[in-house]
Each structure stands twice: as C-alpha cells, then as structure tokens.
C-alpha cells in the first residue's frame, strides 16, 4: 500500500468492482474519463471488467504496470483508481492515468494526493525519470489537478476528441523527475 495525506493506494481486489462498474456507467463520469471513448468507456459488460479485474489481480510483474484502488484515509471509502502502465525500462518512463469515481470527492484535493502518491512511487521505487499522460482539452479539472503536480502540457493533437457533439485536442502532459523533486 501507498499513502498520502488524504488517500491510500491499495491493489484492486475484487470487492471494487462494483464501484468501478457503477462509475463507469455514469455518463458524466465516462466523459471526463474517457473523452471520445465514452461510449465504449461506459459500455463495457460486466463480464468484460472482470476479466481485466482477475488479470491486474494476478499479475506478477509489477515492471509492466498495476492498477491501484484510491481509499480515502479518513474514512476508509474506495473512491476511484489509479494506473502506470507502458513501461519503458529503457527510458525508464510510463504512462499514468486517473479516475475519481465518486463524485462527492471531486474538487477536494483527493484526486491530486492520489497522483502525488503514484508518481513519489514511480520515481523513487521504481527509478522512473518521466511519466506522461493525456486528457482532452475540455476535461478543465484533470489538467488543473495534473498541473498542481508539477505536468507541463507538451503536446497537443488538435480535433482528435468528439465529446457530447463537439470536437476537442487531446493534451498531452509529461512530468520529469528532474522537476519533481
């Protein structure tokens, strides 16, 4: 377990299933997750989550990527979770990505102790040096939260998100340790 000052990260277990199935349910959730990919975002059969449930339980090599369950410290609630994944052991970099699931911790600071807590791990236990991720442009409250962590926006693919009728940039953010320590 991983722990910040307002959150623990735990391994997914089987019980946060349901969590995340409702979650991702949600439309106004799958939009902020998943931009364009909502739709498949919030369709995904049950049957489906399950078996990428039973694969992040059972896998061994933590080098490739894990997914973490976000608890609250103060009360012990499983409100989203959080991932590295595409490790590069040559550049030593990943990829990250988050979701808070419960609303009524959105804007609480929740959400950024949980990248914090993820990214101390990644450059201090695994020697990573960069970790980078994407949102679409209309996703105001992930890039404020990601530039409260010390990402800069590097990239930008214009056009390249279709949200509720309309055409967003994706946005593409790195952190190096460089600047996070």
């Keep these: 377990m991983l722990t910040g000052e307002k959150i623990e990260l735990r391994p ?4 946060d299933l349901k969590n995340q199935y409702q979650w991702r349910n949600l439309e106004s ?14 369709n995904t059969p049950l049957e489906t989550m399950e078996a990428s449930y039973e694969k ?14 976000i608890y609250t410290l103060d009360d012990e609630k499983h409100i989203g979770q959080c991932d590295y994944r595409d490790v590069n052991l040559v ?23 949980a990248m914090r807590t993820l990214i101390r791990h990644l450059f201090r236990s695994m020697n990573l040096r960069r970790v980078q991720l994407d949102t679409w442009s209309g996703n105001h409250r992930a890039i404020k939260a990601y530039q409260k962590c010390g990402f800069i ?22 952190l190096l340790r460089t600047q996070n320590e």
């Design 153 to 174: 926006i590097e990239g930008r693919l214009r056009d390249n998100e279709y949200v509720d009728g309309s055409y967003y940039d994706t946005i593409v953010m790195g």
């Design 12 to 15: 997914v277990s089987r019980s």
């Design 91 to 113: 550049t030593r970099a990943a990829t990250i990505g988050i979701s808070i699931g419960d609303s009524n911790y959105w804007d609480h600071g929740y959400g950024t102790d």
């Design 56 to 69: 992040n339980l059972t896998t061994v090599d933590k080098k490739e990527g894990c997914v973490f369950s």
């Design 29 to 42: 959730f799958a939009n902020l997750a998943a931009g364009s990919w909502s739709f498949s975002f919030n």
